[in-house]
């Protein structure tokens, strides 16, 4: 059989030389229009953006998809099928993807805006806390000083109170002693009187001579102010019995009027007492209503005072919550506001690449439909196959 086919081509060698030739040439010149329309396919501008989509990974997909397809010469119809739905599910995405972001966005507009009405109110709460603890701190400065003054007037008054008892004790106490020394006269005189008048009656009877000597009366008396000092009525007797009787009228009529002065004395000591003893119990009931005054108006402000410190604590506790709301609403501004910008930045990204695939797709059909030689040429040269 391996000669039948030797002698066959030698045959055909030494009779056919023309047409061997002519074959080879036909070859050739296939393999150069073959050559020359591969290189025309390729700079075709479709060929560079098939160069283009197979960088991305979802072209590269699809082209691989074409490459099985026309590797086993099926109908590229599957294809189209594919892409259109692709395009399909892409565009429903971003429908979604939009119709999400507005969802989103518009909630995302009113959790800022209540951030920002809550960051308002706590500082509007914080500035009327700290002004209304501002006054009741001034307030409560003014309650203290009033306080403290009317203190120190109640105890102005009770050293005047105290002052004003220890001096009427005293001035009682020297009254006491006046009147006493004074009583005692009056005592002595009417002890010594009675004896005297007797004694003038007997010297009248006896009809002693009437004329006494100054010098002897005179010197009576200031023997009786020696002696009396010790005891008035001792001496008033013992300057009795030293006396002539015709003497003793005399006497007696000086004894009554020293007596009646005396006596006067002591009503006007007495008087003067009683004047002393109604005015000072005036002034310590004064005293006493100045005190009991400024204690209950001390007690009223100690009352406002406590009021006032407790108000001032709600303030304060208001202006603590308030700052507390403010830092929370604003911490969650910041974070809302981050998610927010994170999500759009999210959706750009994704409607970017969702644009970007759609593109692709929309470029792949616009190539199958016009330049499938293109699209040939390209699978075979990157041996997609």
Not at 64 to 75: H, M, P, R
Not at 225 to 232: H, M
Not at 244 to 257: C, D, N, R
């Amino acid at each position: 059989m391996k000669i039948l086919v030797a002698l066959v081509i030698a045959l055909c060698l030494l009779t056919h030389p023309i047409v061997c030739k002519k074959h080879s040439n036909d070859e050739e010149h296939s393999a150069f229009e073959k050559n020359h329309k591969k290189l025309t396919l390729q700079d075709d501008p479709s060929y560079s953006k098939l160069e283009e989509i197979q960088d991305h990974p979802l072209g590269s997909k699809i082209l691989q998809t074409i490459a099985l397809q026309l590797k086993g010469n099926e109908s590229l119809s599957a294809v189209s099928k594919l892409l259109n739905d692709l395009k399909g599910d892409l565009e429903g995405k971003q429908i979604d993807a939009d119709n999400e972001r507005a969802q989103i966005g518009s909630q995302c507009k009113k959790d800022l805006q209540n951030y920002g009405q809550r960051i308002s109110l706590s500082i509007n709460e914080i500035k009327d806390a700290e002004f209304k603890a501002k006054r009741l701190n001034e307030a409560i400065a003014v309650y203290q000083a009033e306080i403290n003054e009317k203190a120190r007037q109640i105890k102005v008054f009770q050293a005047k109170d105290d002052t004003l008892r220890d001096i009427r004790r005293q001035d009682n106490l020297d009254f006491s002693t006046r009147t006493t020394q004074m009583k005692e006269m009056v005592q002595a005189f009417e002890v010594i009187l009675p004896k005297l008048h007797q004694v003038w009656d007997v010297a009248a009877q006896h009809k002693a001579g009437s004329f006494i000597e100054e010098e002897a009366i005179n010197e009576a008396l200031v023997q009786l102010a020696k002696i009396g000092e010790e005891n008035p009525i001792t001496a008033m007797v013992a300057l009795t019995s030293t006396l002539e009787p015709t003497a003793v009228q005399t006497l007696i009529e000086k004894m009554e009027a020293i007596r009646d002065s005396i006596k006067e004395s002591i009503k006007a000591e007495e008087d003067a007492e009683a004047k002393n003893a109604r005015d000072t119990d005036t002034i310590l009931a004064a005293i006493f209503n100045a005190i009991e005054s400024l204690t209950r108006e001390k007690s009223s402000d100690e009352e406002a005072l406590q009021e006032t410190i407790r108000n001032r604590d709600i303030q304060d506790k208001r202006s603590r919550d308030a700052h507390a709301e403010f830092n929370a609403a604003k911490n969650g501004n910041q974070q809302r506001n981050q998610q927010c910008q994170e999500y759009e930045l999210q959706y750009q990204q994704n409607t970017i690449e969702r644009d970007k695939q759609t593109a692709i797709i929309r470029d792949v059909q616009n190539i199958i439909a016009t330049k499938i030689e293109v699209v040939t040429c390209f699978v075979e040269e990157n041996n997609l196959f």
